[in-house]
Structure formats: structure tokens, C-alpha cells
């Protein structure tokens, strides 16, 4: 349990911070902490006390698998809810539940770095993604030949995925049929056909899915789900 006014830091290109599941971080009532993962490859699982300030920086790499928070206000697979997220300095926030809630509720900032899932939900007052940062769920959809309209494998190469609007046809084969909403869109994209002849032929993997609920949105860099 963290007072008030204090820091817990992992900090050092070497250094690794495994949070099991079971384990808890979290602190008093009315005290405000923070969260530093600086430099180095740390994994994240457990429960996370709600409140605090999180901050990923100097190439640090974090993977999330399980992570919860005290308050439970969803039925994510894994969810995040801090006073305020910085990724920052070449670093890799990488989301590995098949779906997330982040809910931060001053500010997102990403700058120089990346943020990856697959499913992710995001509630913030204000959103920043700098020139050179990027909140990605490309290729983290169905994988090739995957999907509800996966494109067909063809001797002269695949055809591409479907969702809101058709895929690449191939030489022979056309591509699936479309579903799911443009407008609102609430499933994964299919994958692409497996082709005959190995990977000069074969599709990619779909994009995954990115809702952003934020009162002010800033994006000077890259938000995408191909």
C-alpha cells in the first residue's frame, strides 16, 4: 500500500517487475502514488488499487495480461483505472487480454512509444497521441484464414479479409461478403486467405477493435486497426 505523495519506480534497462496474479498494489484512501516502470520488460497481472498515476518511460516494455482493478466497474478481461497513463521515451504498452478497459480519469499521453491491443475501450478527459506515438490494434484481429468472412485460398493467392467494406479479391476467388456496422463498429475484421503456395501468396491477420471515449481527443500521430 502506497501513502500519500509517494513513488513506487522500477527503474533500470535490466530490470523486470513481475506482478502475479494474487498480488495487489494499491493506496490509502486519500493519498495520491504513482506508478514509474522505467527501462526494462515487465509483465502485469494481479489487482491494481484505483487512483494512482501510472507512467511507462525510457524503453520500458509492459505487457498486460489479467490486471484488474479494486473497483470492478467492468466485465474486461483485463482493466486499468488510474488517475492519469504516460507511455513515453520508446516504450511499449502491449495489452494481451482479449478485451480491456482503460479508464483514466484526467489524461492520456503517448509520446515517442506505443500502446497495442487487441480489444481495447478507453475512457479518459483528455487524449493525447503525439507525432511519433501510435495506439494500435492492426493485425491483432482474426488470424489469416480466420474469421466470420476470412478470405479464400486460391491457387493464383488470396483474397483479402471482409468487415464494413469487402477485401482484395484474387485472381479467381472473390471476397467474402460484408458484415458488422461502419458507423459502430463492434467486431474484428477477418483475416485474410491462406493462399496455396506459402507466404507470397497468403492474406494477414485483421485488425482488432478501438473504441475512444474521451471529452477531448488529440491525435498528431497514429491511431489504426488494419
Not at 176 to 203: D, E, L, N
Not at 213 to 221: P, Y
Request: proline share 1%; charged share 15%.
Amino acid at each position: 500500500t502506497l501513502g500519500d505523495d509517494s513513488r513506487f519506480i522500477v527503474k533500470d534497462s535490466d530490470s523486470s517487475l513481475t506482478f502475479e496474479s494474487g498480488a495487489s498494489i494499491s493506496r490509502t484512501s486519500e493519498g495520491k502514488a504513482q506508478i514509474a516502470l522505467k527501462g526494462g520488460n515487465h509483465v502485469l497481472n494481479g489487482t491494481l488499487g484505483a487512483g494512482m498515476d501510472m507512467l511507462v518511460a525510457d524503453s520500458a516494455r509492459v505487457d498486460v495480461y489479467s490486471l484488474q482493478s479494486t473497483i470492478g466497474t467492468s466485465s474486461a478481461a483485463s482493466e486499468l483505472v488510474v488517475a492519469s497513463l504516460a507511455v513515453e521515451s520508446l516504450s511499449q504498452l502491449v495489452w494481451r487480454s482479449i478485451s480491456t478497459l482503460c479508464n483514466v480519469s484526467s489524461g492520456i499521453i503517448v509520446s515517442n512509444s506505443s500502446i497495442v491491443a487487441q480489444n481495447l475501450t478507453v475512457f479518459s478527459d483528455t487524449l493525447f497521441v503525439d507525432t511519433d506515438a501510435s495506439i494500435t490494434a492492426s493485425e491483432q484481429g482474426f488470424e489469416v484464414a480466420s474469421g466470420p468472412s476470412a478470405g479464400s485460398a486460391a491457387a493464383l493467392g488470396a483474397s483479402g479479409g471482409t468487415y464494413g467494406g469487402r477485401g482484395g479479391p484474387a485472381k479467381i476467388d472473390a471476397a467474402g461478403s460484408t458484415y458488422g456496422s461502419v458507423i459502430h463498429p463492434r467486431q474484428f475484421g477477418s483475416g485474410g486467405g491462406a493462399g496455396y503456395f506459402g507466404t507470397s501468396s497468403k492474406g494477414g491477420a485483421s485488425g482488432g477493435l478501438i473504441i475512444i471515449r474521451s471529452n477531448i481527443t488529440t491525435v498528431d500521430g497514429l491511431i489504426s486497426s488494419d
